[in-house]
């Protein structure tokens, strides 16, 4: 199983270019997520989607825009990239329902570097 | 929501177990304590969860105090590929943050041959 695939896997952007981060997941998985993870840091969430056609910011949305026309993909543009926006982006997708008992399942990440 | 402390960094030697804790002391009732680890170069996975009751699975064992206000998850056999940063995580079962997760720095495990 393929479960969570982001692509592309590394990236390198000048200031002020545009680009677009794909994730695909093939679990049938309702919730799905966008994360960046800074050098030494924890996990924070950029943007997350409950369902296809829907999407809400998470802790640190700015500069960053988000689709979910199908339900097994979820994008993340970035329109004008920033030196502060090179990062690790850890996509993941959860199922519907089970609350708190809720399990992610994480892609491998998408290293992105703006020069 | 509420917040979680764990160590920065732990070792152990390799074949031993390993007790990594986790401090959640504003837990509320209806929180889930869940337990991920990243792996170098990965993304995290998960590991385990419980609400109040102890918790075992292939992979680890869950501690969980009386009170709630602590947790521990065990290993109980730490190998070379255990080496990751792991996470404890508090996830609300209802409301706004029913479907998120909040990743604080977590635990460096190093595990020595």
């Known amino acids: 199983n393929a479960g969570v695939t982001q692509t592309p896997k590394f990236r390198v952007l000048k200031t002020g270019q545009s680009m677009t981060l794909l994730c695909a997941q093939d679990m049938n998985h309702e919730y799905m997520y966008w994360y960046r993870q800074d050098p030494g840091m924890g996990l924070r969430l950029i943007h997350y989607s409950v369902g296809e056609g829907t999407t809400a910011k998470g802790e640190v949305p700015d500069g960053y825009n988000v689709s979910r026309l199908k339900k097994q993909n979820f994008l993340l543009g970035l329109e004008s990239a920033a030196p502060s926006q090179t990062s690790v982006y850890f996509c993941?997708?959860?199922?519907?329902?089970?609350?708190?008992?809720?399990?992610?399942?994480f892609g491998a990440g998408s290293r992105l570097t703006v020069l | 929501d509420a917040k979680t402390t764990q160590p920065n960094s732990m070792e152990s030697n390799e074949e031993e177990p390993v007790h990594l804790p986790c401090n959640h002391s504003t837990i509320s009732g209806t929180d889930y304590i869940h337990w991920y680890r990243q792996l170098p170069s990965q993304g995290p996975e998960y590991v385990i969860h419980?609400?109040?009751s102890n918790v075992n699975n292939r992979m680890a064992s869950l501690a969980i105090a009386e009170d709630r206000k602590s947790s521990t998850l065990i290993l109980h056999r730490a190998t070379l590929r255990d080496a990751a940063v792991y996470y404890c995580?508090?996830?609300?079962?209802?409301?706004?943050?029913?479907?998120?997760?909040?990743f604080g720095s977590g635990t460096q495990l190093t595990v020595l041959p």
């Open positions: 419980g609400l109040t």
């Open positions: 993941a997708s959860s199922p519907l329902g089970t609350g708190g008992a809720n399990v992610l399942t």
């Open positions: 995580i508090l996830r609300d079962a209802f409301g706004y943050y029913a479907r998120q997760l909040t």
